[in-house]
């Protein structure tokens, strides 16, 4: 599989310009415009693994800076900044993938930004949102809170979530998931963190772990293009 990656620069409103990758393969079918974690940035190995295992799958990725990542800082941008990141990322995505199937979301953070800009206000020519581990609330803070914008979101929605994820603890994401109705679907990936991770024990190695959750991650967007 040939595939080129295009190292681009967005302009945030409000906020400095920053850095962006595109890999986009030979045959691609859509694009996700996927959003890093709030620790790490767009070229962390993890972000990587998860791009060019979509890429072998047909699925283009459009990763981003945070801005304040971009400048190396720790803490995260507040919201509106952070809003305006993503909508600026999708727009520079629709330009250069114009007639391609266009998702979003992200890693944690970056997914929990995705989908506030969206319930604030619908991202132009996103048809679904993908979430990589969603955030339900601190480790160790049990709680909902998080998800009350997602009942204003109108587009389908994946949830990827490990059994074992310190930031979404199962007996309330799965009633979350299931009150926003048919158009959000909850795949849950056994033995898995929130970095997606696996237990030895398990009998199967992050490889195989992730390898499930590109796999219905593409089908899902087969599904909904």
């Not at 993890?46 to 459009?62: D, F, N, P, Y």
């Not at 009942?151 to 990827?160: C, G, N, T």
């Not at 490990?162 to 979404?168: E, I």
Request: contains cysteine; charged residues 20%.
């Amino acid at each position: 599989m040939k595939t080129d990656t295009q190292p681009l620069k967005i302009e945030v409103e409000g906020a400095a310009v920053v850095s962006a990758l595109l890999l986009l393969p030979a045959q691609a079918h859509a694009i996700y415009v996927f959003a890093h974690g709030a620790g790490a940035g767009m070229a962390h190995a993890s972000m990587e693994v998860i791009a060019t295992g979509l890429a072998a799958r047909g699925i283009a990725t459009l990763r981003y800076q945070f801005p304040y990542m971009e400048k190396g800082g720790k803490r995260p941008d507040p919201p509106a900044i952070a809003h305006a990141a993503v909508r600026a990322a999708v727009a520079e995505a629709a330009q250069h993938c114009a007639g391609l199937p266009l998702f979003a979301g992200g890693k944690s953070f970056g997914g929990r930004m995705t989908s506030q800009a969206q319930a604030i206000k619908p991202l132009a020519g996103v048809r679904g949102l993908v979430f990589l581990g969603f955030p339900l609330h601190p480790a160790g803070k049990p709680s909902s809170e998080r998800a009350k914008h997602l009942a204003d979101i109108k587009i389908p929605m994946l949830f990827l979530q490990g059994t074992r994820d310190a930031l979404a603890e199962l007996k309330l994401l799965e009633p979350v998931v299931k009150e926003l109705g048919p158009l959000a679907t909850l795949h849950l990936v056994k033995e898995v963190d929130h970095s997606f991770h696996v237990l030895v024990r398990s009998g199967r190695n992050d490889r195989e772990a992730m390898n499930e959750v590109l796999d219905t991650f593409a089908a899902w967007v087969d599904s909904t293009r």
